[in-house]
């Protein structure tokens, strides 16, 4: 890869040989003036909404938008669901945006475009009113790829927990994209389940299913998804909320994330069995005998590698957390990296 961003929790820098250097001079990036500063997130250095930046190192280098985001690998945290229930008024949907090597991997979709133009007909008003959802278009997972500056044609690959519509009314919005899940669950699709709709696969996208593995990730069975990329993304069946019900587990540099879905609604689930969200989970649960087994697995593992993160779908307090921290190392890297943030500016003019 040319060029590297080290991550923004030291200082930003800019590494690269002569023959790169001279590549980059020499190429032409046609970028217009901006007036945006640098950003950061908690993985990766990126251009928000900038079209060029400079380096002295060791002669000007000007590098256009395209080519950053192109470089690096970034990892981005989308609510793409509201629903009003009778235990949160503010229940999430917490997606996950991959943004490397040219490609962005969607990790669920949330609801999409068209479930927000057309309800009633996607939906239906009685699984609207069960459900609890409170539409909006602007956060679409559609939308909000456009507000990070990003083209939601590049959308390569969805890779989907469960096939509740909450989870994939999305995926019409980018067509073009596989969709990544377990056989179990896409066989209990097809099966006529009446908890499934047929309009979020309406479209025929290529689906990549992913049967029964030898392979474990930290005791669990684990499910390599095929996708060309450097970060390793695995299937983790959580069952029981779903017969094909599964989590996400991925590398970020060295650190692992284990999104599972709708394996628990709300963290409170993990430490107190008495929480209306119980209630709430049973009920919704195929299978609540595995959901509860899945519980203690989840437990255990929180409990033996607490170093791995661990969150779910609908609680809003662990986005929060997340958007929280997120917001938190972009201010520190701009205070702690003012001079190189002004010369970039005055860069880019």
């Not at 609510?79 to 040219?102: A, K, M, T």
């Amino acid at each position: 890869m040319a060029g590297k961003y080290i991550r923004s929790s030291q200082t930003i820098s800019k590494y690269a040989s002569q023959e790169e250097v001279d590549s980059w001079y020499t190429s032409s990036c046609g970028f217009n003036a901006c007036n945006r500063h640098v950003t950061a997130t908690s993985w990766s250095i990126f251009i928000d909404d900038c079209a060029g930046f400079s380096f002295e190192y060791p002669k000007k280098i000007t590098i256009c938008q395209n080519k950053i985001y192109n470089q690096m690998k970034n990892l981005h945290h989308l609510n793409c669901v509201r629903i009003i229930s009778p235990v949160n008024d503010n229940v999430c949907g917490h997606c996950l945006l991959l943004q490397e090597q040219g490609k962005l991997i969607l990790i669920d979709t949330g609801i999409g475009l068209l479930d927000t133009l057309m309800p009633e007909e996607r939906i239906g008003r009685p699984l609207i009113d069960l459900v609890g959802y409170s539409f909006n278009e602007e956060q679409t997972a559609f939308r909000q790829i456009e507000k990070l500056g990003l083209d939601p044609g590049m959308v390569t690959d969805c890779v989907i927990s469960h096939l509740d519509n909450d989870h994939i009314g999305g995926l019409a919005d980018f067509p073009k994209a596989s969709v990544h899940v377990g056989v179990e669950e896409f066989e209990n699709y097809r099966s006529g389940n009446p908890r499934y709709l047929e309009a979020p696969l309406a479209h025929h996208p290529i689906i990549k299913t992913y049967p029964r593995s030898n392979d474990s990730w930290f005791g669990f069975e684990a499910r390599k998804v095929d996708i060309d990329i450097d970060t390793d993304i695995y299937l983790i069946p959580l069952f029981g909320h779903t017969l094909g019900h599964c989590g996400i587990a991925l590398r970020t540099d060295n650190n692992w994330i284990f999104y599972v879905g709708d394996a628990y609604y709300m963290r409170i689930e993990l430490s107190d069995a008495t929480h209306p969200v119980n209630q709430l989970a049973k009920a919704r649960a195929e299978n609540d005998t595995l959901r509860i087994q899945t519980l203690d697995k989840i437990k255990n593992l929180m409990h033996q590698q607490p170093n791995i993160e661990v969150f779910g779908y609908h609680d809003i307090e662990e986005f929060y957390t997340y958007k929280k921290l997120i917001n938190k190392s972009i201010i520190n890297a701009y205070h702690s990296n003012r001079d190189i943030y002004q010369s970039a500016n005055r860069s880019c003019i």
